[in-house]
C-alpha cells in the first residue's frame, strides 16, 4: 500500500463554519506534512509533522489547526477562514523528514465562500 | 523540445521525441535536487533525485542533470509519450529541512 488517502475530495465551506481535512497512511512512514497550492502554483509547505510532533510551522495562521492523533493520522482543523484561503491542500508522508521522496495524496479542492 | 525555467512555463513536444525541462535553483546549500510530476486532479508524484555531489543520475526514460556552477537543474525525458502530459516541479531540500518546490512547467505531449 503505497496511498495516503485524503478526505473529503470537495469541501465548500462559510467563513464561519469550522471543518476538518483527515488524511491517512499506512505505509509506516515517520512524517507528515501538510502543502496548500493554489492554481498554477508549486505546492507550498504548511506544516510537518515527525513522529507525531510539530516540527515545522511555516508561519500558518492559526486559523488552521494542524493534529496528529498517530502515526497513520494528519488532520487539518479550519475555522473563520477567508476566501483567499482556497486552495488545494495535499498531504503527504515520507519515511523520514530528511527524506526526499514523499508520498502525497489526491488533495482536498476547497472553497471558502 | 526544451524548455528555459521561469520564462517558458509551458512545453509541447511531438510523441516519440526527447523532452528536456530546465530549473534554476537558488540555494547552492540543497543537499538534494528532486523532480516531481504533476498531473490534472492529482498530488505530486516523485520522479528521481539527484544528490548534489553528482552531475547525472538515470531513471527509467528520464535523466536528472545538475550543474552547480549555474545552478541549474534538468530533466530530460526520453521519447516521451502522452501520459508524460503533466506539470513537472523542481524542488531542493536540505537536511531535514523542508521540500522546497520551484515553478513548475507544464508538459504537452502532442500525439
Known amino acids: 500500500d503505497t496511498e495516503v488517502t485524503q478526505t473529503p475530495k470537495h469541501l465548500v465551506m462559510g467563513m464561519t463554519n469550522k471543518k476538518s481535512l483527515k488524511c491517512e497512511q499506512h505505509?509506516?512512514?515517520?512524517?507528515m506534512y501538510w502543502y496548500k497550492q493554489k492554481a498554477k502554483k508549486p505546492p507550498e509547505l504548511m506544516f510537518v509533522?515527525?513522529?507525531?510532533?510539530?516540527?515545522i510551522n511555516e508561519s500558518v495562521p492559526s486559523r488552521f489547526s494542524p493534529e496528529c492523533p498517530n502515526s497513520s493520522l494528519l488532520n487539518l482543523h479550519l475555522h473563520a477562514l477567508q476566501p483567499e484561503d482556497s486552495a488545494l491542500y495535499l498531504c503527504?508522508?515520507?519515511?523520514?523528514?530528511?527524506?526526499?521522496?514523499?508520498?502525497f495524496g489526491q488533495g482536498t479542492r476547497l472553497t471558502v465562500v | 523540445g526544451e524548455s528555459v525555467g521561469l520564462h517558458l512555463p509551458t512545453l509541447s513536444v511531438q510523441e516519440g521525441d526527447n523532452s528536456i525541462i530546465n530549473c534554476a535553483y537558488s540555494?547552492?546549500?540543497?543537499?538534494?535536487f528532486i523532480w516531481y510530476k504533476q498531473e490534472s486532479g492529482k498530488g505530486p508524484q516523485f520522479i528521481i533525485d539527484?544528490?548534489?555531489?553528482?552531475d547525472k543520475r538515470q531513471g527509467q526514460r528520464v535523466t536528472v542533470l545538475l550543474n552547480k556552477t549555474v545552478k541549474h537543474l534538468s530533466l530530460q525525458i526520453a521519447a516521451t509519450q502522452p501520459g508524460d502530459s503533466a506539470v513537472y516541479f523542481c524542488?531542493?531540500?536540505?537536511?531535514?529541512?523542508?521540500?522546497?518546490f520551484g515553478t513548475g512547467t507544464r508538459l504537452t505531449v502532442i500525439p
Open positions: 503527504a508522508s515520507s519515511q523520514g523528514i530528511s527524506r526526499t521522496e514523499a508520498f
Open positions: 505505509m509506516g512512514h515517520r512524517a
Open positions: 509533522y515527525s513522529y507525531e510532533k510539530l516540527s
Open positions: 540555494n547552492s546549500a540543497s543537499d538534494y
Open positions: 539527484i544528490r548534489s555531489n553528482m
Open positions: 524542488a531542493e531540500k536540505s537536511g531535514a529541512n523542508n521540500l522546497f
